[in-house]
């Protein structure tokens, strides 16, 4: 299993930036799937955005314009920069990593980060 840790939360003014960081112990597989996922305080946790292994990229529409997400293959991390942060982005953020394996899918989760949009 992959493990994955976190690192970049923490408390930022209303109109800041953070870049969250998920380093990968292992690459498991070249077909994967990155995603970044985030829980507030009495909600479901929400996907925010994802990456393919081909680089299709996908986002939720709160995040759209505002967030990027994207990896470096050499230092087997993804990151997810986050600009322009509201106040409704407070959330522990997680990383999240679907590997294609021989058996099936492979699914891991880093530990999760909190970031809190607030001045």
């Known amino acids: 299993q992959v493990q994955l840790v976190e690192s970049g939360g923490g408390l930022v003014q209303p109109g800041g930036s953070l870049r969250l960081s998920c380093a990968a112990s292992?690459?498991?597989?070249?077909?994967?799937?990155m995603a970044w996922f985030r829980q507030a305080p009495g909600k479901q946790r929400e996907s925010v955005a994802s990456l393919t292994y081909s680089g299709s990229t996908d986002y939720a529409d709160s995040v759209k314009g505002r967030f990027t997400i994207s990896r470096d293959i050499a230092k087997n991390t993804m990151y997810l920069q986050m600009n322009s942060l509201k106040p409704e982005d407070t959330a522990v953020y997680y990383c999240?990593?679907?590997?294609?394996?021989?058996?099936?899918?492979?699914?891991?989760w880093g530990q999760g980060t909190q970031v809190t949009v607030s001045s």
């Open positions: 292992v690459s498991r597989s070249s077909i994967f799937i």
């Open positions: 999240n990593l679907r590997s294609r394996v021989p058996s099936g899918w492979e699914q891991s």
